[in-house]
């Protein structure tokens, strides 16, 4: 009895040691000497810098020869986050910081100045006649393996055709090839040929992409036939022996001529191969980024989001809403390089409107903490 007695004493010391386990209070600590924060619509984001991992700060120069000082923050060690400041200097070689940065308040680097230009999309597909095991394109000095692709080139190019010719390998060992030039739309009477067929040997030739009043047409055949018709229902009378019929077509608009060719094929004929191609040619219009003037004293805030899409506050023009205060300079030795290294510290606030150049989102009470530049003087 005395024994069990124990054990219950034992068990009511233990149960009465036991506490309810109560999350410590930590003792607040400073705040981050860099950081980035803003609210993006309703979710907020923030980049603290706490180890000189997460932030980095440079001096560069860019294409234009303007010097430019940058500094960045990363989300995380794991992830692609990150917020970067890009401060633009002046022309000379590594100018002051304090003088730079520490001067008039500046606005928003102004987004870069696009034009819309045109471009042709010429999309050519082979046409071979039974299964093919290789295709060799030459197009005005390039080579091309694949059965069909896309060539672009710009309107403002001074090209006006391309010399096209197509040598394809058929699984039965035969081999054949055509030659051919296409004639862009700025060369101005461009043409093609299509072939229709109707039955018995007769088939429907149609000059296409020519332009569309005061053509002149000439068709050439193998067999010798010619027309001068835009369309031409062609009756052959006989198959040619080697199964193929070369079709030439030429055009003239105002002095302005033009040629193009087809291989018409005889499936009755055994043993035998041709090649065509189709060239379809589109014109698309495309927005053309061009070089800016000297910007300097201006600023651009960019952030890479988690899924890898870079926003810019250079992509796009601010409104009225948009404004960028500094509120303080000051120089401080980078941690994370030589003990020597002086940088700047620029601390400030924004609001503003970043761009993916398709996409835009809008960062709203701003404010950064960021390391700039390298070497101060």
Known sequence: ???????????????????????????PIDAPIFYFEATEGTTPLRFDAESGFAASSGYSVDSLGISYYHGSLNACLSCPASATLLWRASTSANPSLLTTVGGEDPGFRSPLQVTLAERYAIHLKAKPTSEATSFEWKVNGSVYSDEEFTLEIDRDDALTFLPISLETEYANGCVASIEDTIFLPNFGCNCRIKSQELGQEQYLFSAIKAAASAVEYLWQFESGATATTQEVNYAFSQTPADGVEEIVLRTEVNGCTSSAKYQQHFAAVPNTCAINFDADITTETFPQEQPQGFDLNTITIEYLDQDGQLFSSALIQQDDDSFLRVLEVEEYTDPSANADSKAVRVIGQFNCKLSNGLDSIRLNNGSFSFPIGEGAE
């Open 1 to 27: 009895m005395k024994y069990s007695i124990n054990i219950l004493l034992f068990a009511l010391i233990f149960l009465a040691s036991c506490k309810t386990y109560v999350e410590p209070t930590l003792d």
